[in-house]
């Protein structure tokens, strides 16, 4: 029996792949420093966990809308419309099953076989994905790295539009770099998509996650509200990875079409979790308070860790859980011409895990740098400053 064609398209996130590797190194007796994976060991705040074990014993156990339920609706609406100098209505507000459906709703609602999406890579790997099995032809732009992280190639932007380019997705507090746009490059980026009448994914899911000032976000821009949609998720902001709840916030229209996808796709989203989350969103805030002074020490230790490594040079990022260091000089040092030796080596040398470049859509020609990417939302302190050590003593060998 024949599977479909256009699964060859179909790509996945590689992370998970990394992690099997660790697991299966782990299971032989070594102990792991896991920074391959954007999971959270921290738990989620105790008072969303209560309201949702209260929600299953009042009997929310059911189907509800598929839209999602009309209090959460509303709480999302306001909250991400305060917090972005907005006003949604609940009707703009799809409730999804995770952030990650967000993406590939958003292309079936807008995206035509054929038409043109650009998307950030290095990147989250189910853009360049969906993308592509959809019937889309993916184009890739990048970043500069500077002497305080990196900035978005708007030149490469700009020159990447052409006349089937319909949609811009784009990542402020980005994965896998921690990219933070100035507001004079989220202007400029506003500028092209108005230009050039583009649809807007403003991918969102670290907007949270901050470790001082206030997130900014490009829908705010004029002009933005009428072509973007916002994906929201509450796994990184209340450590809820594995609760699988975000939405996806934007004009009504399009809303209307990936409610009509929840009912095809999964009918609704787990009833309990959505009331559980009510109370939380736009509500107490110390337990997601805590989530980032607890990630901003693991930043920290992360950080100051890989500075130490002869080679290394990084900035602590004022967002996301990601570090991505340039070890373009390490990999001189050590022969290695593709990063996957690297990233084995280290593996079975130290116990070290972490993804690469390569884990974040596909290299783009005439890359002439190496980077290696470090998630630090599921690993304690001392763990982070051990590993650092086993991969010092690795790297400068």
Known sequence: MKLAKQLQKLGTETAFAVSAVAAEWGAKGHKIY??????INIATPGNI????????ADGYTGYCPGAGIPELRAAIAVDVGAKRQLSYTADQVSIQPGGKPVIGKFLAAVM?????????????????SQIEYQGGVAVPYGYVETASGFDLDLDAIE??????????????????????????????LAQLAIKHDLWVLSDEAYFEIQYSGQAESIVSLPGMQERSVILYTCSKRFAMT?????????PQAVIDVFNKLNTNIESCTTHFIQRGMVDAIGGDTSGPDAI???????????????NAIDGISIQAPNSTFYLFPNVTSIMQRKGFTELRQLMEEALTRTNVSFCTRDHFGRAVEGEKNYYIRFAYSGIEVEEIEAGMVELKNYFEA
Request: no cysteine; hydrophobic share 35%.
């Open 112 to 128: 035509d076989p054929g038409d043109e999406v650009l998307y950030p890579n290095p990147g989250y790997p189910i853009y360049e």
């Open 34 to 39: 896991p920074f391959h994976l954007g999971d």
């Open 292 to 306: 980032i002074e607890l990630l901003r020490q693991r930043r920290d230790a992360a950080v100051a860790g890989l």
């Open 49 to 56: 966990v209560e309201a949702t074990e209260k929600a299953i």
């Open 242 to 250: 594995g609760w699988r709840l975000g939405a996806a916030i934007g």
């Open 159 to 188: 020159h990447g539009i052409g006349p089937r380019t319909r949609v811009l997705i784009y990542n402020n507090f980005q994965n896998p770099n921690g990219a933070e746009s100035s507001p004079a490059e989220m202007e400029r």
